[in-house]
């Protein structure tokens, strides 16, 4: 049976996700609150794997938390960490415990986190781990051997519509929809002339792509974001409202343009649905929701 | 001509290693490392001093043409009384130089170096790496320029999303390869190699340990 995530997007509804951030170490409160908080109001949670190459808790983890809580999880696989093999075992166990929806990331480079010496592995690529994907559903493991017992996922990966320069990134966007990927969630995206162009030249393939917002908490860390980020924009006038809120009203500025800008995305029918990054405020993804007149 | 890049290990570790080795001779060499400054004539002789400044006793030093050469014995035979009275050999060449000194000599040998990779002198001062042997080239689909080794994933199939401005997630001075890639490809009307999609790699394309016996 299809995932209640895929069933969404089939059924053309605006789907909306957001994230869950695994902790680093075994206290789960924090995220069994966001989880409480978000399950009835998302189309699906993301579950991050290793976030900016930080070790925590594990995806898979933390997903099947999500699943026994009655949310909708979206396992992140990043190739970092894993070889071929462990990336299979993990979609097989992820299956068989009910979790349905998987997102093939490359993962952000080791030499980035908090375990700088450590290997990284990229034994496959995005665009291979969602073509291995599609293998293990048609009953064989990368290697050709026949499984006893089949997986069944809605596979997405991700694209960056502010990449410069875009075209390697287009190239290698339809590559991940030539290996099966089903939906496409995007890197933050502020600029949303840029991203309607992204998004007609998108639209020819036959893929759900996901608009990603990025809350935007004070000037400093849109500066921070343009600055260290890569593939993410923050335009100077979305700057300069954030500077202009009151002191103690950065947030609530934030959430008014990633609601105005979700309302845009709505209205003018830019996309299939939005994926909400609020990187450790998920508490206030209802807001920004509401903001968006999303609930 | 492809070079062995090195660069000198960190003097903490080199004190450690020679913890317990009061009477060493020192070998240089006269190629790759006189050509990164790593083991030239004159970083021997910084190094003979550093290592007097330790309380160490330095019975000799020489600066090889080629440590990796088979005719590294007669230079070591040409200072054998030296190197006898030593203790420890610090060796500032590559690994493999140090390989062929410690297969002809009894003695505890000490890398005063870290190899880094096999590149070539690009400019003033600057080695790249241009070539990790993998043993699958992939250089006929990606225009002459390497990702297994110009990228710092090793990615096949194109960018990942942490490419900015052309440059590498991990380095803002270093190129994406996938960007060189691309460029390239579009400037000799090929991008075409680009779109195909390139399944998972053979990571066991290069015998490890390698080793190859020609047949006949």
């Known amino acids: 049976m299809a995932s209640k995530f895929k069933q969404a997007l089939d059924q053309g509804k605006f789907v909306v996700t957001s994230e869950v951030a695994p902790p680093k170490g075994v206290n789960l409160e924090k995220m069994a609150h966001h989880i409480e908080l978000l399950k009835d109001k998302v189309d699906a949670m993301n579950v991050t794997d290793h976030q900016s190459s930080v070790m925590r808790f594990p995806s898979l983890g933390a997903a099947l938390m999500v699943k026994e809580m009655g949310g909708e999880p979206i396992l992140q696989m990043t190739c970092r960490d894993r070889n071929r093999l462990a990336l299979q075992a993990d979609l097989l166990f992820a299956h068989q415990r009910g979790i349905n929806n998987v997102l093939c990331l490359t993962g952000d480079s080791v030499v980035l986190g908090d375990h700088k010496t450590a290997k990284g592995v990229f034994d496959l690529d995005s665009s291979q781990l969602v073509a291995a994907v599609r293998k293990l559903e048609k009953g064989k493991d990368m290697a050709g051997n026949e499984l006893d017992g089949a997986v069944s996922f809605c596979a997405g990966a991700i694209v960056t519509p502010e990449a410069n320069p875009i075209q390697p990134q287009l190239i290698k966007f339809e590559k991940k929809i030539e290996a099966g990927a089903e939906f496409i969630q995007t890197q933050a995206v502020y600029d949303l002339e840029n991203f309607k162009n992204f998004m007609e030249y998108a639209r020819q393939f036959p893929v759900k792509v996901l608009a990603g917002i990025i809350l935007l908490t004070s000037a400093p860390m849109a500066r921070f974001m343009n600055k260290n980020v890569a593939g993410v924009t923050v335009p100077q006038e979305f700057i300069d409202e954030m500077a202009s809120a009151p002191k103690g009203g950065a947030i609530k500025k934030g959430i008014e343009i990633a609601g105005r800008q979700i309302k845009q995305i709505v209205e003018e029918n830019i996309c299939d649905g939005v994926h909400i990054m609020a990187i450790g405020k998920e508490e206030l993804v209802p807001d920004i929701m509401a903001a968006g007149g999303l609930l | ?216």
Not at chain 2, 18 to 44: H, K, M, S, W
Not at chain 2, 48 to 70: M, R
Not at chain 2, 111 to 129: R, S, W
Not at chain 2, 152 to 177: F, M, Q, R, S, V
Request: net charge neutral; aromatic share 4%.
């Open chain 2, 1 to 216: 001509m492809i070079r062995s890049i090195t660069r000198k290990k960190p003097d903490e570790e080199l004190d450690r290693l020679l913890e317990n080795q009061d009477r060493v001779f020192i070998f240089g060499c006269g190629t790759c490392t006189t050509l990164t400054n790593t083991g030239g004539a004159e970083q021997v002789q910084a190094m003979q001093e550093y290592l007097a400044s330790k309380g160490k006793l330095v019975t000799g030093s020489t600066v090889l043409p080629v440590a990796c050469d088979n005719l590294t014995h007669e230079g070591l035979r040409a200072f054998s009384g030296q190197i006898n009275q030593a203790s420890a050999l610090v060796i500032m060449s590559c690994a493999f130089g140090v390989q062929n000194i410690a297969s002809q000599l009894q003695k505890m040998v000490i890398p005063a170096l870290d190899t880094l990779f096999i590149g070539k002198e690009t400019g003033v001062g600057q080695f790249n790496e241009v070539c990790t042997q993998c043993g699958t080239c992939v250089l006929g689909e990606t225009g002459g320029i390497c990702p297994v080794t110009a990228c710092h994933k090793g990615l096949i199939n194109g960018p990942c999303g942490g490419t900015n401005n052309g440059k590498c997630e991990i380095d803002k001075n270093k190129d994406c390869a996938w960007t060189l890639i691309y460029n390239r490809l579009a400037e000799i009307g090929q991008l075409d190699l680009m779109k195909r999609f390139q399944p998972p790699r053979n990571h066991q394309g290069e015998p490890s340990p390698g080793k190859i016996l020609l047949e006949g």
